[in-house]
Nanobody, 116 residues
Framework: QVQLVESGGGLVQPGGSLRLVCTAS????????MAWYRQTPGTQRELVAD????????NYADSVMGRFAISRDVARKQVYLQMDSLKPEDTAHYYC?????????WGQGTQVIVSA
């Protein structure tokens, strides 16, 4: 069983930056992919970025390309989402996901509000 805890959300002005942190615990040895998703009320959860734990290959949604960066620290069992040049449309609840063969785990999420 894997537990995920997100932190780092908050209120930021347009153009500002935030760094989200996802900390994994439990049986993490089988995780091969970690990702950040986001969701706003009444919409489907959408992929923001993901990273392979081995090799570090990354993938980004078009809407965040060039502004967000996902990275990982295997030793700390953490995944980060550096968010720069934030826009009001980035306002959402951000969730961390971990994938292993046969299972997917979600954190409780952290709220990001981009507003003047």
């Amino acid at each position: 069983q894997v537990q995920l805890v997100e932190s780092g959300g908050g209120l930021v002005q347009p153009g500002g930056s935030l760094r989200l942190v996802c900390t994994a615990s439990g049986g993490t040895s089988g995780i091969y992919r970690m990702a950040w998703y986001r969701q706003t009320p009444g919409t489907q959860r959408e992929l923001v970025a993901d990273i392979m734990t081995s090799g570090g290959n990354t993938n980004y949604a078009d809407s965040v390309m060039g502004r967000f960066a996902i990275s990982r620290d295997v030793a700390r069992k953490q995944v980060y989402l550096q968010m720069d040049s934030l826009k009001p449309e980035d306002t959402a609840h951000y969730y961390c996901l971990a994938s292993e063969n046969g299972a997917t785990y979600w954190g409780q999420g952290t709220q990001v509000i981009v507003s003047a």
